[in-house]
Nanobody, 126 residues
Framework: QLQLVESGGGLVQPGGSLRLSCAAS????????IGWFRQAPGKEREGVSC????????NYADSVKGRFTISRDNAKNTVYLQMNNLKPEDTAVYYC???????????????????WGQGTQVTVSS
């Protein structure tokens, strides 16, 4: 059974850091581009970042550029989202998602992703 599991969320003060992990089971991530998305209460789900199969292409939402870094370790079948200088507006449930693709580029359109994790809560508050 294909499964993605997010971890690493929690409560952090503004300016703090968290590292989210997205671990795959039941399949290997080598053939999948991975996206991170988030959804705050009352808001639509938005793309945060994505990484191509090889890791050679990454994209970020303007709101997180310079603060978040996406990476992947295919040997560990895991993708990471390092989040620094967190702000209260980063508070949301964060989801990772996977899509099979032969493209060298990744996209941050949620409709393009087939497999989703259950999400992990990130709360930034003093």
């Amino acid at each position: 059974q294909l499964q993605l599991v997010e971890s690493g969320g929690g409560l952090v003060q503004p300016g703090g850091s968290l590292r989210l992990s997205c671990a795959a089971s039941g399949f290997t991530l080598d053939y999948y581009a991975i996206g991170w998305f988030r959804q705050a209460p009352g808001k639509e789900r938005e793309g945060v970042s994505c990484i191509s199969r090889s890791g050679g292409n990454t994209n970020y939402a303007d709101s997180v550029k310079g603060r978040f870094t996406i990476s992947r370790d295919n040997a560990k079948n895991t993708v990471y989202l390092q989040m620094n200088n967190l702000k209260p507006e980063d508070t949301a449930v964060y989801y990772c998602a996977a899509r099979t693709t032969v493209q060298a580029l990744c996209v941050m359109s949620a409709s393009r992703y087939r497999y989703w994790g259950q999400g992990t809560q990130v709360t930034v508050s003093s």
